[in-house]
């Protein structure tokens, strides 16, 4: 058995109780560093066994409570900037597209030959404006 094997026994058993294979027996005899490090394993579980726990405050869940509170309403309110970043983000592409595809064009006989499309949309004075409609709606 190698030290890394008798390792993994170890922290594979419930509780990390004695090793039952002969074999990590005979690795601890033989290895000095693992063990070394089966004692202070067993002298920590040990300590951590036998430590009392300490008394919490009276007061305790009374001041806990409202702090979980307010961390929460924190936690909630970063979520909903985030949400609202992202909303006002995607209506204001939603809207530029719109706007785009909404521009104003004049409802004209195509432009005759070599006449430039700025040409046809000069409005000459004291002609009535051809009538516009929105782009989206065609012809």
């Known amino acids: 058995m190698t030290c890394d094997d008798?390792?993994?026994a170890v922290h594979e058993?419930?509780?990390h109780s004695v090793l039952p294979e002969a074999a990590a027996r005979e690795?601890?005899?033989?290895?000095?560093?693992?063990?070394?490090?089966?004692s202070s394993i067993r002298s920590t579980i040990r300590a951590l066994e036998t430590a009392q726990i300490p008394a919490m405050?009276?007061?305790?869940?009374?001041?806990?409570?409202?702090?979980?509170v307010r961390a929460r309403r924190e936690r909630l309110a970063r979520r909903w900037r985030w949400?609202?970043?992202?909303?006002?983000l995607i209506a204001?592409?939603?809207?530029?597209?719109?706007?785009?595809r909404l521009l104003m064009v004049r409802e004209s006989a195509p432009p005759a030959d070599g006449q430039s499309t700025?040409?046809?949309?000069?409005?000459?004075?004291?002609q009535t404006p051809a009538r516009?409609?929105?782009?989206s709606l065609g012809r």
């Open 27 to 38: 690795h601890l005899d033989a290895c000095a560093l693992c063990r070394a490090w089966s």
């Open 57 to 68: 405050p009276l007061d305790f869940s009374r001041s806990l409570a409202p702090a979980l």
């Open 132 to 135: 516009v409609v929105p782009a």
């Open 83 to 88: 949400a609202a970043a992202v909303l006002v």
């Open 13 to 15: 058993q419930p509780e």
């Open 118 to 126: 700025a040409q046809t949309m000069q409005i000459v004075p004291g």
């Open 92 to 100: 204001s592409t939603a809207g530029g597209w719109q706007i785009g």
């Open 6 to 8: 008798l390792r993994r």
